[in-house]
Each structure stands twice: as C-alpha cells, then as structure tokens.
C-alpha cells in the first residue's frame, strides 16, 4: 500500500505560479508510474500530468502543455507538478496518484487527498 501526500496548493493571481509536490511512501516508488489530476467544482476528474517511472516519458492534456512541467526525484520518493502561467480554468483540487506499474497506461489505483489551487481573475 503506498501513501501519497501532496502540498503547495494555495491562491494565486492568474499568470502566477505554483508548484506542487507529493510525497510517497510505502512501497518502492521508482517502480511506478506518477501522475497528477484534477477537480473543479461540480466537474469530473480529469487528467492534467503523467511521467513514467524514469522520468522518461510524459504525457499532458492539451490545454496545460507549455505551461505545466511534470517531474520525478526517485530518491526522495517524489513527483513535482510545476504550473506557469496559471489561468483562473485551472482552479481545481490537485490529487497525485500512482499507476500500476511502470508506464502510464489504464488508470492509477492510488491518490493523494488533494490540494486546493485557486487562480483569481
């Protein structure tokens, strides 16, 4: 079982940053694949980030691509969502979550609890 803890969350103007982090523990992270996502208000979930469990390989939903960076320290056991640019549409709860195993593919089977961004007009 993995625990994954996220924090930097909090209320930004838009066209400021954020950077969020998650802090996993319990199993070994460098086997798995991270990913980030996130939920507005009255919306489903919806995919924001992935990286593979190198660091190799990442993947975003179009509308965060050049303004969000995705990134891994495997030997502190963490996964860094870096956001430029924020727009007041990418207010939202933030949840890390890990797949199954190495590369992204299906949908993970662990998250975080969240963290709150908030982007003010």
């Known amino acids: 079982q993995v625990q994954l803890v996220e924090s930097g969350g909090g209320l930004v103007q838009a066209g400021g940053s954020l950077r969020l982090s998650c802090a996993a523990s319990g199993r070994s992270f460098s086997n798995y694949a991270m990913g980030w996502f996130r939920q507005a208000l009255g919306k489903e979930r919806e995919f924001v980030a992935a990286?593979?469990?190198?660091?190799?390989?990442?993947n975003y939903r179009d509308s965060v691509k050049g303004r969000f960076t995705i990134s891994r320290d495997n030997a502190k056991n963490t996964v860094s969502l870096q956001m430029n640019s924020l727009k007041p549409e990418d207010t939202a709860a933030y949840y890390c979550a890990q797949y199954s195993g190495r590369y992204v593919l299906g949908v993970p089977n662990s998250w975080g609890q969240g963290t709150q961004v908030t982007v003010s007009a």
């Open positions: 990286i593979n469990w190198s660091g190799g390989l990442k």
